[in-house]
């Protein structure tokens, strides 16, 4: 295919935001309308006239972004010059152009409302320029920032590496960053494996020609186990592998082997409930955390009312979560004692103790009620956590997994909520159980099995099941 899943899902947003520029346009012009009339000394028409171009409006705005895509106005937008533009434009206008025209003398378009037409047209050209003005001015500005490119790792020869990396185009290779590079007959997979959890990266990239498939097949199995991409260029390996799919990176045919949902639109929709559902939840909350935050003031008022804690984001990167506090100030310090006499009741690398002596009464209350949990909302608006996914771990947890695929939990955003706390929460005392759950929940995401898990945790936070 031409373009990459990426690029294919970037261009139809913009295509569908350019459709929305030209009905803009067409409602911009029939607002003139009667202003421009006036200054040709012509008598004002009553409405904006845009009734009358119901049906072709129905025509020009799906026709317009397929013409231009037809013309090469959505491709390499970083390199292309106004003047392309320019002309890209003009080559789609004569097409619409003479659809439109036909489809005015064939629908009997009123004389009044063909002057919209006519305003609509350079109207649209000027918010279609300024749209790809601002995409292009925030697209320089993302890749030029270090921390939004995406970190990858490289695997193969020197040569091999330099080849590859040497055949993509300077706007592809401004996307991301080479965080390392791991050449096969040098190291071991126990020596990749470090360093997948070292970099906390979300793709590995094999342009390892001639690497035996046995010592290849191991390095994109620890990718698989963790929920990392591995993304082999497809001229080098011809067999058979479990769930492949295949991409393009600057043109060049990739094979891609992906243990986690796709780039998909239900993603974005994901991304965009997460940050609007957060917003709502802490305006609409904004008073009741001031009363919770007395509470614990009165309750124990020599801690501070939030706590914080890093924990394992996608793929491990490490991220600040917020709670509201519930145990003593010194509670840290008092863990290791903790599991020493009461021992543990999760079994696992994840500490779980029913009555934690370190939870004061009030604190006790809001973990009942996962009322502590509100100010993850936060973390959700930010960016680092969903509404819904895995849970997050400390990284000292995380440092503990005993398994390579347990890692895979870690290859989705985590959430608020998960399947193991919408059924019924702390029932489970596996840790086995739990990453299973998980891994069901990442092999079967769906907007769908979201709003499930949302609608189920709901009762279990009321009625507080399952809770310690």
């Not at 000394?41 to 026709?63: R, S």
């Not at 006519?118 to 109207?123: D, E, L, T």
Request: proline content about 5%; some cysteine; aromatic content about 10%.
């Amino acid at each position: 295919m031409a373009q990459g899943r990426k690029e294919a899902l970037l261009v139809q947003a913009l295509q569908f935001v350019d459709a929305f520029l030209i009905w803009l346009s067409f409602w911009l012009a029939g607002i003139i309308r009667d202003p421009v009339r006036e200054l040709l000394g012509m008598v004002p028409m009553e409405g904006t006239g845009l009734g009358e171009l119901t049906t072709l409006l129905f025509v020009i705005i799906p026709a317009a972004p397929i013409t231009l895509d037809w013309f090469g106005y959505y491709r390499h937008p970083l390199r292309k010059k106004i003047g392309d533009s320019l002309v890209q434009l003009f080559q789609a206008l004569v097409i619409v152009g003479f659809l439109v025209g036909a489809l005015v003398i064939a629908l009997r378009i009123p004389v009044e409302s063909r002057l919209i037409l006519g305003s609509a047209m350079p109207i649209g050209v000027v918010l279609l320029l300024l749209r790809e003005g601002l995409v292009r001015t925030l697209v320089f500005h993302s890749v030029r920032e270090e921390d939004a490119k995406e970190a990858v790792i490289y695997v193969g020869s020197g040569e091999s590496l330099d080849e590859f990396d040497g055949g993509l185009s300077a706007d592809v290779r401004a996307e991301f960053k080479v965080v390392a590079r791991f050449n096969p007959s040098e190291g071991t997979v126990n020596e990749f494996r470090d360093l997948l959890k070292e970099e906390s990266v979300g793709r590995v990239i094999f342009a390892a020609r001639h690497t035996e498939f046995g010592i290849l097949a191991d390095l994109v199995e620890t990718c698989e186990l963790q929920g990392v991409e591995a993304w082999i260029s497809a001229d080098f390996i011809r067999t058979q592998v479990a769930r492949p799919d295949f991409d393009n990176l600057g043109g060049k045919p990739m094979l891609v082997l992906r243990s986690t949902p796709d780039l998909s639109w239900a993603l974005w929709v994901k991304e965009v409930i997460d940050r609007v559902g957060a917003l709502v939840i802490i305006v609409a909350t904004g008073v009741f955390w001031i009363v919770v935050a007395i509470g614990i003031k009165i309750a124990s008022p020599r801690g501070p009312v939030f706590f914080r804690q890093k924990r394992a984001g996608r793929y491990g990167k490490p991220f600040w979560m917020w709670k509201f506090r519930t145990m003593v100030p010194d509670a840290e310090a008092k863990l290791a004692a903790l599991k020493e006499e009461e021992g543990n009741e999760m079994s696992g690398p994840v500490f779980k103790l029913e009555k934690d002596p370190r939870v004061f009464r009030f604190g006790r209350f809001l973990r009942k009620f996962s009322i502590d949990e509100f100010p993850q909302f936060i973390n959700v608006l930010k960016g680092d956590m969903s509404l819904v996914g895995p849970r997050p771990l400390p990284l000292y947890e995380v440092e503990q997994f005993e398994k390579s695929e347990h890692r895979r939990r870690l290859s989705m955003k985590p959430g608020i909520t998960c399947t193991w706390q919408a059924g019924g929460r702390n029932k489970i005392t596996s840790f086995e159980d739990w990453v299973a759950m998980d891994l069901e929940y990442i092999d079967n995401w769906s907007l769908l099995l979201d709003l499930k898990l949302l609608l189920k945790t709901v009762p279990a936070v009321l009625f507080g099941w399952g809770a310690k």
